[in-house]
C-alpha cells in the first residue's frame, strides 16, 4: 500500500490497515527510524501510575477488602 506526503508532511494511513490495526481518531502513534525505515507504533497510553496500579497487591483478600468497605460507609 501506497500514500502520498502531503505539503505539510501530513499522511493518511490506508483504511485498511487502520481497521486491521485498531487506529482510530484519538489514537497516538510514535515514530522512530530504524535502520532507514519510518516506524509508527501505537503509544501506550496509561500514565505511570496506571501501568503499575494493583501490581504490587496489598497482601488481602478481595472479600475481605469489599467487607470493610461496605461495613464503613
Same mark, same amino acid.
Given at each position: ?12 494511513? &490506508? ?5 486491521? @490495526?485498531?487506529?482510530? &481518531? ?12 519510518? $516506524? ?15 501490581? @504490587? ?7 475481605? $477488602?469489599?467487607?470493610? @468497605?461496605?461495613?464503613? &460507609?
Amino acid at each position: 500500500m501506497k500514500a502520498r506526503v502531503a505539503e505539510r508532511g501530513q499522511v493518511t494511513i &490506508p483504511k485498511v490497515l487502520r481497521e486491521r @490495526l485498531g487506529i482510530r &481518531p484519538g489514537t497516538i502513534l510514535e515514530f522512530k527510524e530504524d535502520q532507514g525505515k519510518l $516506524v509508527a507504533v501505537k503509544a501506550e497510553t496509561l500514565d505511570t501510575i496506571d501501568q503499575i496500579y494493583g501490581k @504490587l497487591g496489598s497482601g488481602r483478600r478481595t472479600d475481605d $477488602v469489599l467487607r470493610e @468497605l461496605r461495613d464503613n &460507609p
